[in-house]
């Protein structure tokens, strides 16, 4: 099942569930894990392509593996919004992976991710072109997959009161507090 947005997603997600993220190539798949706490993603591994029914076994695998509770894939735009091949690519790919894993996907809009990862592997990290060639991928499902996690939590806050029954509770309890203090 595809979700709308990250609270759609949240919705969806079991208690301590992680969300994995993917980037998905023609010749990779970069893979990232956020922490329960869905605060942080990692950059976790790096599956090399080949067959269809060995990637989603491998994957399958890190979901069982690593209780994954919900997946956001990078979604490659064109720079103008609209959606191109690519994204077929990724519809084509969510459609065959629903019937083999269970749990719901979020396509997160990833134009530049990878030239930012690139930048950041080059300028900051002043890594070789071989090496940022086996790190890129997993780093670039890591940002996408950070992008979803500061979205989720920017929109998402435990001590939000928006009913008005909740907002009057919250202030009898803190006049109840200032008079026993």
Not at 61 to 90: L, W
Not at 119 to 134: P, V
Request: with cysteine; net charge negative; glycine share 8%.
């Amino acid at each position: 099942m595809i979700c709308n947005d990250t609270q759609e997603l949240l919705r969806y997600l079991a208690p301590a569930a992680r969300i994995l993220g993917l980037d998905l190539g023609t010749k990779t798949i970069g893979v990232a894990l956020s922490d329960v706490g869905l605060q942080i993603a990692t950059p976790y591994s790096l599956i090399k392509r080949k067959k269809f029914t060995r990637d989603i076994a491998e994957l399958s695998a890190i979901v069982s593996k690593q209780n994954v509770g919900g997946i956001v894939i990078g979604f490659p735009r064109e720079m103008d919004g609209s959606i191109g091949t690519s994204c077929h690519r990724v519809y084509a790919f969510v459609d065959e992976m629903d019937k083999h894993i269970d749990v719901p996907v979020l396509l997160w809009d990833e134009r530049l991710s990878t030239s930012a990862v690139e930048r950041i592997l080059i300028g900051e990290a002043d890594m070789t072109r071989k090496r940022r060639a086996e790190v890129v991928d997993k780093a670039a499902a890591g940002y996408i997959l950070q992008g979803a996690l500061d979205n989720l939590n920017r929109h998402t806050d435990p001590g939000l009161v928006d009913d008005e029954d909740d907002i009057d509770a919250v202030n009898d309890e803190i006049d109840a507090d200032d008079k026993q203090g």
